[in-house]
């Protein structure tokens, strides 16, 4: 099983709505990650979890609050969002970011496509 | 810090034709070197990586790609294009080594239609 599954693929939100956005893998990766691309652009990293612990947080608004409840799950709760933050969210993991280099691949969900109304 | 240029933002090809993606990088550090490929409203499928050693990679789906150190290049290569590579292509790079725990910075894009 080399699938990372996001849920929901679609989500339309209001301004002032709570949602979260949920991502499941089990290939007993270590690492996992939030991309957001917006359209017509490549994706940028938004949070990375090692081991379960937050290890790069790239200055993203405190109304997305990553959460990785165990080392298959991660998911990003959002609040008050800005239309802005419209996008295409993805879920990536890796089998180890700490020891990168001795396995480098990070595998990708379909993603999950934010409006935010 | 890295950064990730590809220089054409479409490419369009016919069938059958050979086609090259153009990707320079720059860095202060060693880095690791990618090509994903984005199919309309799917995530990112990893094409081939280079890390070290043989400067040409093989792919899956008959891709390959160059890695040239003198000239900061890893450019993307196929000798005979099909309808179903039209998609997306990004050139990707991480810095190599842990501390990097495994971030990609990308490339804009590059759009590669394949005509009939």
């Known amino acids: 099983d080399t699938e990372v599954t996001q849920t929901p693929k679609h989500l339309v939100m209001g301004m002032t709505n709570k949602k979260s956005l949920k991502c499941e893998q089990h290939m007993g990766h270590r690492a996992m990650y939030w991309y957001k691309q917006k359209a017509k652009k490549p994706p940028e990293l938004m949070f990375v979890y090692s081991y379960e612990k937050l290890s790069i947080n790239e200055s993203v608004p405190s109304r997305f609050s990553p959460e990785c409840p165990n080392s298959s799950l991660l998911n990003l709760h959002l609040h008050a969002l800005q239309p802005e933050d419209s996008a295409l969210y993805l879920c990536a993991s890796s089998q180890d970011g700490v020891r990168w280099g001795e396995n480098t691949e990070a595998f990708f969900g379909q993603g999950t496509r934010l409006t935010v109304v | 810090a890295q950064s990730v240029t590809q220089l054409d933002s479409q490419v369009p090809v016919f069938e059958e034709a050979p086609v090259e993606l153009r990707c320079n990088y720059s860095s202060s550090v060693s880095v690791y070197l990618f090509w994903y490929v984005q199919y309309p409203n799917q995530g990112l499928q990893l094409l081939l990586k280079?890390?070290?050693?043989?400067?040409l990679v093989k792919g899956i789906n008959g891709f390959e790609a160059e890695f040239n150190k003198s000239q900061t290049s890893f450019h993307l290569r196929k000798p005979s294009v099909h309808i179903s590579d039209t998609a997306e292509y990004f050139c990707?790079?991480?810095?190599?080594?842990?501390?990097?725990?495994?971030?990609?910075?990308f490339g804009q894009g590059t759009i590669l239609t394949v005509h009939p």
């Open positions: 280079y890390l070290s050693g043989s400067t």
């Open positions: 990707a790079v991480s810095i190599n080594g842990g501390t990097s725990y495994g971030k990609l910075t």
